[in-house]
Every structure is written in C-alpha cells, then in structure tokens.
C-alpha cells in the first residue's frame, strides 16, 4: 500500500479508516510486528502511529491483551481524521444525519449569539462569505468553499471559544454532505435561507438569525433522509471483549 510522503501520517489515515469502516468488528486488532509486514513500515512508524490512533481514542491497550479497537462513544468524534473516515463508510449518510443533530442543536445557538455579540468585522466576513455564495450560484459554480467559510465565521462571530472550534468538524460534514447530495442529484443549496441568516446577523436580530439557521440545517437533514441513501447504525457502542 502506498502512503504517501509521511509515512506515520499515511499509516495513521490507512489503519483509521480500516477501523472505521469495520474492518476490526470481527478480528482482533494486529501486533505491531503484524501491522509492519502488512504496511511495509518500520517498527518506529509504527509505533507513532498506533500511538496517535490512541490518542483519537481509536485504540487501547491492556497488560496481556495488548491494543484493541475502543467502541465508537470512546473515540474523538469531533477530531476532523475521525469524522472524515466514519463519512467514507458505507453508511455515511446515517453518520451525517447524526451529527447533523448535533449541528441542529448549535449552530442556531451560534447563530443567535452571533447577531447579539458580534464584532463588526464578524459581520463582514460572514457578509463576504454570502456573496461569494450568490456569485457561485450565478456562475453555476461549487459554492462549498464559501459555503463553510460562511458557516465557520457564524460560528467564530458567536464569540464563543467552544463553538468556534467546532468549524473545522462542520466544513468536513459540509464537504462529505455535498458529494453525497451531489450523486443523488438533490444539491441545490435554499440561498434565501442563507440571505435571512446574513441579514439577521447584521441587523442584531437574535430569534431571526436563530430560526433561519435552523431551517437551513434541519432542511439538510430532511434531504438527506429524502436521497434513498443506505442508512444503518454505526459501529456498536458495546465494551470490547476481553481476550
């Protein structure tokens, strides 16, 4: 397997996306001597790699157990790695819809603090970012680029640290929602919602803001579950077996 230039980085997206994706549900997880013949890798590699597969919460380790893959609710769902490989699953679709619910529960919140706290140049960015939209749907383009950013400036203008750091985790569902819309031909993107989230920020109006963002994503939940998408449970939530 090729890994690209960074080997520890390459081993780390090539083993994290094979957790994801269930490759480990019904086998135990490889030595690390097994992980080197299977990837070509040293053993330094290796082991850097299976140390920061840990750290995202993917694997653990047990004295005579050796690693093992953690249930799900142990890893770092919000690390951008994580969320990418569970959206490169077979059942992505079911992984959008949640943390769409996720989304649903904060954005408008963010949205509202945003039209009551932002500073001027908050505005502007989120300003910039819908006209950058609009000319991207004029000239029949991608808007996805503007499209986060617009998000991800919503989320910083809320002048809360904890929603801010959420932005990266929403650009990479935006990105992975998109495609998917996209092969199911049902992308378009309601610029009237996001004219009224603007518009309502600039003009400090909270429960404006607030309600416009929240159509905007419960409308990206209801098309998704409209797309005829497989959808099915993620990884199971049970304790791994002790060996």
Not at 83 to 93: C, T
Not at 199 to 225: C, F, K, P
Request: aromatic residues 6%.
């Amino acid at each position: 397997m090729q890994l690209g230039h960074n080997l520890t980085f390459g081993l780390v997206h090539a083993i994290g996306g094979a957790i994801a994706g269930g490759h480990y549900d019904d086998k135990p997880f490889p030595t690390e001597a097994e992980l080197v013949e299977q990837y070509g890798t040293s053993l330094s590699v290796t082991r850097e790699a299976v140390k920061m597969l840990t750290a995202k919460g993917l694997l653990a380790s047990r004295p005579r157990q050796g690693t093992y893959v953690q249930p799900i609710s142990a890893w770092s769902l919000l690390d951008t790695d994580v969320l990418r490989w569970l959206l490169q699953r077979r059942h992505a679709a079911e992984v959008l819809r949640q943390f769409n619910q996720l989304r649903a529960a904060i954005e408008p919140t963010a949205a509202e603090f945003a039209a009551r706290f932002a500073w001027p140049r908050d505005v502007r960015r989120i300003s910039e970012a819908f006209e950058r939209i609009a000319q991207c749907e004029a000239d029949q383009e991608d808007p996805l680029e503007p499209q986060i950013a617009f998000h991800a400036a919503i989320l910083h203008a809320s002048r809360n640290p904890f929603y801010a750091q959420l932005q990266d985790a929403v650009g990479t569902a935006l990105s992975l929602s998109n495609r998917i819309l996209r092969r199911s031909n049902n992308g378009a993107l309601d610029l009237g919602a996001y004219s009224a989230v603007r518009t309502a920020i600039a003009g400090g109006d909270w429960e404006g803001a607030r309600d416009s963002m929240h159509a905007i994503v419960a409308a990206g939940i209801e098309i998704l579950g409209d797309s005829g998408l497989e959808s099915a449970s993620p990884r199971s939530d049970g304790e791994h077996p002790a060996s």
